[in-house]
């Protein structure tokens, strides 16, 4: 018997020195007592114990070192011999068994959803190029297949698995006066805060960072520059009133914005989430939770993204992978994203760029206008350079920006000096906010990326030249993921 596997990893192949082994990871995620593996690698006679992970006790794993080659395995959960139907299987002299096949090195696949991979800067992309011809074509059925598996996983999972162990959650009053809430969000690095009504008793609507974009765009239209009085006359509340006029001057067909609070529930289903952000287009849903009957005394738990959604699941089907065929995919195959025409394509919705002297009142219409995130700064060759976000906007209360400016006289290039680290050895544009993939990337590296915390979007770039290619954001991979 062998004893605790351990990550470190053990010989059980049974071969002679100089033979070339391959660490395997074997996981059971389906809970247990007492989980033991055994295999063609152990001709069959030993078994070796298999540990919980920690912080998960459902999950259990081992590493064993194995030569290249075909392999068959099996689970013995509590005296029980079981198979993973969610694995490779076929049936065999010892009944139904898993099957897995380690390539040599050279032809080896990276594992999927790999957390241990080690940290690069932001404008780092890969420039080893996937075959694409050597990538088998996937069929309908294969990510229907996929979409079902990721759907039932998201209905029977609730937003409880989003809730941190410990954290805060910054709340404003609606009677705060504008200035000051501008204040608090750039000095907490966050760029929206639920708002809570005293008089009513609960929370009424969230503030964003596109609250302050149509504030600065709403006081530069009168001609004058930004003044801190400005500001300071108006209130959370009277700004939210004032908004519904604006925003129908900017779409007379806006039906209206005096809608209720969009939240959602402890025991809601992170599907319903999901589509709950989707549909209504917002970037943050408040969870909230009431002990009593009538909904009084509301607690706030957490705000809710797509990204942390999206972690979720790329942490359930970490080990798991090959039930779901789409992740193999690389992201140019599959229809997801917004993408820079070809020559000779028709030109579908058109990628928002602009130069890095576009003025902050061009950069701020375009988000506003085009109902984006974020806005690539490219060179003349259309080369990445960095990107200008909504979040951003926040950044002009350091030092009381936003009262020294006009919008169409300040370019992005020095908005953006405004809020960086002047010790910063990178200068203006020194990447670091600048999330980028390739064309080639797997669908599965382009989620990993997306579920960091504020990586709402991934810019696609061209290797070498980093010549924007596209966009794709984490709303477009839960639209493709959920068929909607």
């Known amino acids: 018997m062998f ?42 006679q030993d078994h070796i114990t298999m540990s919980p992970m920690e912080g998960c006790p459902t999950v259990f794993q081992v590493v064993c070192n194995l030569t290249p ?34 390539p040599r090195e050279s032809d080896g696949i990276p594992e999927l959803f790999n957390s241990d991979v080690p940290a ?81 008793g609960q929370f009424v609507g969230v503030l964003t960072a596109m609250d302050f974009i149509l504030i600065l765009m709403e006081l530069g239209n009168h001609g004058s520059n930004l003044t801190e009085e400005e500001l300071e006359t108006h209130t959370i509340s009277a700004w939210k009133g004032g908004k519904i006029r604006i925003n129908r001057q900017i779409d007379c067909n806006l039906n209206s914005y005096s809608r209720s609070l969009i939240h959602g529930g402890p025991y809601d289903s992170l599907k319903d989430l999901a589509l709950r952000l989707l549909q209504n287009k917002v970037s943050t849903l408040p969870i909230i939770h009431s002990s009593s009957p009538d909904g009084s005394f509301p607690q706030l738990l957490h705000l809710a993204t797509l990204s942390g959604i999206l972690k979720c699941i790329c942490r359930h ?24 025409p070809q020559i000779g394509e028709a030109s579908g919705k058109p ?19 085009a109902e984006v995130s974020s806005v690539p700064i490219v060179d ?45 050895p990178f200068g203006l544009f020194n990447g670091q906010r600048c999330q980028m993939c390739l064309r ?10 997306l579920a960091v915390p504020g990586a709402r979007r991934l810019v696609i770039v061209e290797a070498g030249s980093k010549r924007v290619e596209g966009i794709v954001s984490v709303s477009d991979v839960f639209r493709f993921l959920l068929g909607c």
């Open 69 to 102: 080659g075909y392999h068959q395995y099996k689970f013995c959960v509590d005296g029980e011999w079981r198979h993973d139907e969610h694995q490779q299987f076929v049936s065999g002299s010892y009944g139904v068994v898993n099957t897995i096949f380690l």
């Open 380 to 424: 003349d060759n259309d080369s990445l350079l960095d990107i200008y976000s909504r979040s951003d906007i926040t950044a002009l209360a350091k030092d009381r920006a936003y009262a020294q400016i006009h919008l169409d006289e300040l370019s992005i290039h020095q908005a953006i000096q405004l809020g960086q680290d002047a010790s910063s």
């Open 317 to 340: 089907f970490k080990h798991s992978s090959s039930s779901l065929p789409i992740l193999q995919q690389p992201i140019c195959s599959i229809p997801i994203g917004t993408w820079v």
């Open 351 to 369: 990628v928002a760029m602009l130069r890095r002297n576009a003025s902050l009142g061009a950069a701020l219409s375009l988000l506003v206008q």
């Open 120 to 200: 690069r800067s932001n404008m780092d992309v890969d420039n080893d190029f996937l075959r694409l011809d050597a990538v088998p074509q996937i069929s309908q059925a294969e990510i229907e297949l996929s979409r079902q598996r990721i759907s039932a996983f998201l209905s029977t999972h609730t937003a409880y698995e989003l809730l941190p162990e410990s954290g805060k959650v910054i709340a404003l009053d609606v009677n705060l006066p504008v200035k000051q809430a501008f204040h608090i969000l750039y000095e907490q690095g966050i760029s929206v805060a639920p708002l809570w009504d005293f008089c009513k």
């Open 3 to 44: 004893g605790s596997g351990s990550d470190s990893g053990q010989n059980h192949s049974g071969v002679g020195a100089g033979t070339v082994l391959m660490p395997t990871r074997f996981v059971w995620p389906y809970g247990g007592r007492r989980v033991l593996l055994s295999g063609s690698f152990t001709r069959w």
């Open 440 to 449: 080639s990337d797997p669908l599965h590296k382009v989620m990993e990326r």
